[in-house]
């Protein structure tokens, strides 16, 4: 997946090892000496003949993760991991006795552990859960990285599209915008878009625009920050008055003062709608997400949840009130322009509407729902949602972040059953060959429609569009995408 940064089974490659690493428990001597003979189902070999591995199959007899934390060895980063899942994650009663001794890595040992039986839904209950390294959890949490400044996504007839560029980027330079076309990697040293190391370089065949010219560009990872709000306009629609559009893309730890100064800006124009674009949002830290809706709904949402977080049973007792509030002032900071106290600038709209994709995820999605629960009208344009009603928190170990699921959130209206995700009011697909923010691109102009007649375009023209096309596959090294913000973090739990 990302070479030096991110390791993940697939859930196929989950299943099959799965298969190789259930284990009946030691059940005491299986050598006659009082542990375990090494090498044997059921025994680490590397921490002993006489010491058998934990038995899973009875987690009461774990110790406490703090005690083998931050010891590591391999053996005992896998011991911490089971240790501390048995503490922390929301199934912690559905995790399967797994032989660490029978998984090549730490990452595949995590993996290994998740939940991964069919929800309500018929999908894998844990999609979500993920273990990275400190850096790459670091630059995801900040948007400080070193990169290319590109984001790829694939339109719906299969092409490889640019979707953003980072401004002062190595991909503006190279001349590279939105709705451009990879058509075959040449040459690479890494085997990520998001590689986060200096020296990292990619040779790659390219196309301006579908149909045009293929040119050869080289880009050389340099240091980046990316902006997680870098468009905000106001349109004047005349008799209609002025619509918003943010466009919004990482609930990173600097968002909430970007989010503030936007929303202070749209206001201060007299703005009476917003369209807020979070197609490429995949979530991140759940205090940006409450400042953000608590300036959408204002004073009337005032003390009102916003989501109230639901632990495992073991941890109802060591979460407070596990409730995060609507209110007129920032609440959470981690650190910035604006701190705790000061008084959020206020939208105070009865009506919102989001463009969405299968991209839009976690804290997105909490957005989405804790506005619906105190009654604002969430108009959804573009394709469904992820579906991630859960979360986490961060918990490092021996240069590893960890994020298994913790918690599940439910709105004023204790709703919070959407693991399938939410589904838009009007389907209209990604439209690359238009700027995000233009009124003319599809989700935003289908959005401008129904916001003025309450009806959707009669058909998507992207999709015919890009049906009329034959898209080739994208040849040589695969490099795999940047990924995405951790889902919906709690700050400093």
């Known amino acids: 997946m990302l070479s030096q940064t991110l390791s993940r089974l697939t859930l196929a490659a989950a299943t099959t090892l799965l298969a190789g690493l259930m284990l009946t428990s030691c059940g005491g001597d299986t050598d006659g000496s009082g542990g375990c003979t090494p090498g044997t189902l059921g025994c680490d070999s590397t921490i002993g003949s006489t010491q058998p591995i934990w038995d899973t199959t009875d987690p009461s007899q774990l110790p406490a993760s703090s005690t083998v934390a931050n010891i590591c060895t391999a053996a005992d980063e896998k011991h911490f991991i089971r240790a501390y899942l048995n503490e922390a994650y929301l199934w912690y009663d559905e995790i399967q006795a797994i032989n660490p001794n029978f998984a090549a890595s ?32 670091d630059s995801l949490s900040t948007g400080a990285n070193i990169g290319y400044g590109v984001q790829w996504m694939t339109d719906a007839s299969g092409y490889t599209r640019v979707a ?60 980046i920050q990316d902006d997680p709000v870098p468009t905000v306009s106001a349109l004047d629609l005349g008799a209609s008055g002025k619509v918003g559009y943010m466009l919004f893309t990482d609930h990173s730890s600097v968002a909430q003062d970007k989010l503030i100064d936007a929303i202070a800006s749209l206001q201060a124009q007299g703005i009476n709608d917003l369209v807020l674009d979070m197609r490429y949002n995949g979530g991140g830290y759940l205090y940006v997400a409450e400042a953000l809706a608590s300036m959408v709904a204002g004073p009337s949402a005032d003390g009102k949840v916003f989501e109230r977080l639901q632990f495992n049973d073991k941890r109802a007792t060591d979460t407070a009130d596990g ?64 579906g991630k009603p859960y979360g986490f928190t961060r918990r490092d170990n021996c240069g590893e972040a960890l994020y298994p699921i913790e918690f599940q959130g439910f709105n004023n209206k204790g709703f919070g059953d959407y693991a399938n995700g939410f589904a838009p009011s009007c389907t209209v697909g990604d439209d690359f060959e238009h700027a995000l923010g233009d009124p003319a691109e599809s989700m935003l102009g289908a959005a401008l429609l129904h916001m003025s007649t309450g009806q959707c375009p009669a058909t998507s023209s992207v999709a015919a569009r890009d049906v009329a096309r034959s898209a080739p596959a994208v040849s040589g090294l695969q490099l795999t995408g940047r990924p995405s913000i951790p889902g919906r973090v709690l700050l400093g739990h």
């Open 323 to 386: 409730t995060f509030p609507f209110s007129t002032q920032v609440l959470y900071s981690a650190g910035g322009k604006y701190s705790p106290g000061d008084t959020l600038p206020a939208l105070s709209l009865p009506r919102l509407y989001v463009l969405t994709t299968d991209s839009t995820c976690s804290a997105s999605e909490s957005v989405i729902n804790s506005l619906r629960g105190v009654d604002v009208n969430v108009v959804l344009i573009g394709s469904t949602t992820c």
């Open 164 to 223: 953003m560029v980072n401004p002062g980027s190595p991909a503006e330079a190279a001349g590279m915008a939105r709705g451009g076309v990879l058509i075959s990697i040449a040459s690479s040293n890494n085997s990520s878009w998001y590689p986060n190391t200096s020296g990292a370089t990619v040779t790659f065949n390219y196309r301006d625009v579908p149909g045009g010219p293929s040119r050869v560009v080289t880009l050389t990872a340099a240091a």
């Open 106 to 137: 730490v990452e595949e040992y995590f993996y290994s552990l998740l939940v991964t039986t069919p929800d309500a839904y018929g999908q894998a209950k844990d999609r979500f859960s993920f273990i990275i390294p400190t850096k790459t959890a």
